[in-house]
């Protein structure tokens, strides 16, 4: 069965910087688009950024600003995301998705999800 598995979530203070990740098995990665997706406590869950089946990277531009960036290893079938100049609103638990050759900032659009992994930021 399809499995996504996050880690590097963690605490770190305010400015800091993580790296998460998202090893995916049982689909052929190539052929998926991988999201970012955060969810805070009493908060809908938020697009943070994507990468399509074929390298396209898109943000959410609300609060990215250069700050973050995704990528993938087909090899490793694993998705990033880098983290930096981290702050206090960017607390949240972090949800990787994939996405069978599509490409969306829509969390319905997304066909399997990981368990997440929280990211908590200390000022």
């Known amino acids: 069965q399809v499995q996504l598995v996050e880690s590097g979530g963690g605490l770190v203070q305010a400015g800091g910087s993580l790296r998460l990740s998202c090893a995916a098995s049982g689909l052929t990665f190539r052929r998926y688009s991988m999201g970012w997706f955060r969810q805070a406590p009493g908060k809908e869950r938020e697009f943070v950024a994507a990468i399509s089946w074929i390298g396209s990277t898109a943000y959410n531009a609300d609060f990215v600003k250069g700050r973050l960036t995704i990528s993938r290893d087909n090899a490793k079938n694993t998705v990033y995301l880098q983290m930096n100049s981290l702050k206090p609103e960017d607390t949240a638990v972090y949800y990787c998705?994939?996405?069978?050759?599509?490409?969306?900032?829509?969390?319905?659009?997304?066909?399997?999800w990981g368990q997440g992994t929280q990211v908590t930021v200390s000022s």
């Open positions: 998705a994939a996405d069978y050759q599509g490409w969306s900032k829509q969390s319905d659009e997304y066909d399997y």
